[in-house]
């Protein structure tokens, strides 16, 4: 679970890093709750392994 401040450009760096470094089956979640969960999933290799999570709102799973 990544739960870097509310920055965008920290959050999807944090991601590109995490990507390569953990197995393919591993589901990647975010703690957002003002960034878009689809554009931070668009920024992995495995956008349907990606779910987000808001303090404000339930899980999101995005399916592609």
């Given at each position: ?23 393919e089956h ?18 992995t290799d ?11 709102n339930k ?6």
């Amino acid at each position: 679970i990544e739960a870097a401040t509310e920055d965008e450009d920290i959050k999807k760096a944090i991601l590109h890093e995490l990507c390569p470094v953990v197995p393919e089956h591993t589901l990647i979640a975010s703690n957002t709750s003002s960034i878009s969960i689809t554009r931070l999933a668009a920024q992995t290799d495995r956008p349907g392994q990606f779910c987000g999570r808001s303090l404000q709102n339930k899980f999101r799973l995005v399916i592609p």
